[in-house]
């Protein structure tokens, strides 16, 4: 960093810069941000992207950026974007792979306060500041998309779930639990399917099957079904498979996902009254975004009955998460109900 650009930053502490980390059961990506303005509202000064799995606890993650810092900053807030939900001094998630102390992490940094707001709370917000560009369609349609809700989900580690409401100075985030739903089969083999998830299981909800553990178990059901050796445990193998067309149960499974995906996203699309689209996140999809394109998700997702004129208005479109949960942990953390 040049002598500008640290004269810069240290100009800039004084007045808003302050992390904000979106953390999931695969990565933690943490940014160096403060507010700009309208144009801009969030500047991200620094981001740097870590797997979990290699490090002992959040707090051990959140050291390591800041002692990289190229100058002194003086960090007093956090925002932590992350899926589950706070219950007294922990964030409770199950997809963590340690477990998350609020007050370690203020004590251990010496921060003020840090606020905790749910992962796809904090994708929904920053769709606000995606272009055309920053996103793939999936389903285009001829109007431009009404003013109106925009439902934001995707599947990672777990299933992630949230509504956009478009206000007139901020938006409001409405955060969901729609991945615990229970899975409804729209098809005899996807029946079948069920009956093999359900061994073993009191409930079988839609993150059972879609999301990274989830693409491992249609992949293991099939496997029965067909009477063949489930040789591959882990998603990124079953994935690998899918696309290099090397194991049929592989194949098999990521269509499947593909076309409950579809069915699941129209219901939620007409539940929410998704006027205003669709944005499909997550850290599997763009592996698979090709699949994705040519599967049975767009005519799952119309087969709504009476519904499918109001879906035929409803974009969708797939972007990668990136940055997006840093910018709107940020966002949030400015703007949201409990803005500081």
């Not at 792979?97 to 905790?116: E, F």
Request: proline residues 5%; glycine residues 10%; negative net charge.
């Amino acid at each position: 960093m040049g002598e500008s650009a640290k004269q810069q930053l240290h100009a800039k502490s004084a007045s808003g810069v302050f992390l904000a980390a979106d953390v999931g059961g695969t990565h933690a990506r943490i940014g160096l941000v403060r507010s700009g303005s309208d144009a801009a509202p969030i500047t991200v000064l620094r981001y740097e992207r870590y797997a979990c799995a290699d490090w002992p606890s959040l707090t051990a993650v959140l050291q390591d950026f800041v002692g990289r810092l190229d100058v002194t900053v003086h960090i007093e807030h956090c925002s932590v974007a992350s899926a589950g939900y706070v219950l007294g001094d922990a964030i409770v998630n199950e997809n963590l792979p340690w477990p998350v102390s609020i007050g370690d992490i203020r004590s251990t940094l010496g921060l003020a306060d840090l606020s905790v707001v749910n992962d796809f709370e904090a994708v929904a917000y920053a769709t606000q500041f995606l272009s055309a560009d920053d996103t793939t369609p999936v389903i285009e349609t001829t109007a431009a998309p009404a003013p109106g809700p925009v439902l934001v989900m995707g599947p990672g580690t777990g299933l992630g779930s949230a509504v956009l409401l478009p206000g007139k100075q901020h938006a409001t985030v409405l955060p969901t639990e729609a991945g615990q739903i229970c899975l409804a089969p729209g098809n005899e083999r996807e029946m079948d399917i069920l009956r093999i998830l359900s061994r073993g299981r009191d409930y079988v909800s839609y993150e059972t099957a879609l999301s990274g553990p989830g693409l491992v178990n249609l992949y293991q059901a099939i496997s029965t079904l067909r009477d063949t050796p489930a040789t591959l445990v882990e998603p990124a193998d079953v994935t690998r498979a899918a696309l290099a067309k090397s194991d049929d149960a592989a194949v098999e499974a990521l269509d499947v996902f593909c076309g409950l995906l579809g069915s699941f996203v129209g219901d939620l699309a007409l539940l929410y009254g998704a006027r205003g689209g669709v944005y499909l996140a997550g850290g599997i999809l763009p592996q698979v975004r090709d699949v994705l394109l040519t599967s049975s998700f767009s005519a799952r997702f119309f087969n709504k009955g009476v519904m499918r004129a109001f879906l035929q208005q409803v974009p969708v479109r797939l972007m990668d998460h990136g940055q997006l949960g840093v910018i709107g942990a940020a966002g949030l953390y400015l703007h949201g109900p409990t803005a500081h």
